[in-house]
């Protein structure tokens, strides 16, 4: 919490979006190289992603680090945690 702990309610909102928006796209590219690798594994024996650098399993921690960092930061200080909009969704996730 330290790191978020000098920011402004909508400085942290802002910074929220932002890694969230960077969540969902880092979230996305972890779950297209898992399917990548069942592919590669059920043709030819080797997790393909993985193996080639596709892997974004230790980005999505760091993430979702952050995000949870932010969200304790807007928690503590009262802020209202900003709505996140899926691409390609009209409603917003929570």
């Known amino acids: 919490m330290a790191a978020y702990g000098n920011m402004d309610c909508q400085s942290l909102a802002q910074e929220y979006l932002k890694e969230q928006t960077a969540l969902l796209a880092v979230s996305k590219q972890q779950n ?6 069942a592919f590669g594994v059920f043709l030819i024996g080797v997790p393909m992603s993985s193996t080639f650098g596709g892997d974004k399993e230790g980005q999505v921690a760091v993430t979702k680090g ?18 996140v909009t899926k691409p390609g969704s009209k409603k917003s996730a929570r």
């Open 32 to 37: 297209d190289a898992a399917t990548g690798d």
């Open 66 to 83: 952050k995000v949870n960092a932010l969200e304790a930061n807007l928690r503590s200080k009262g802020c209202n945690i900003p709505a």
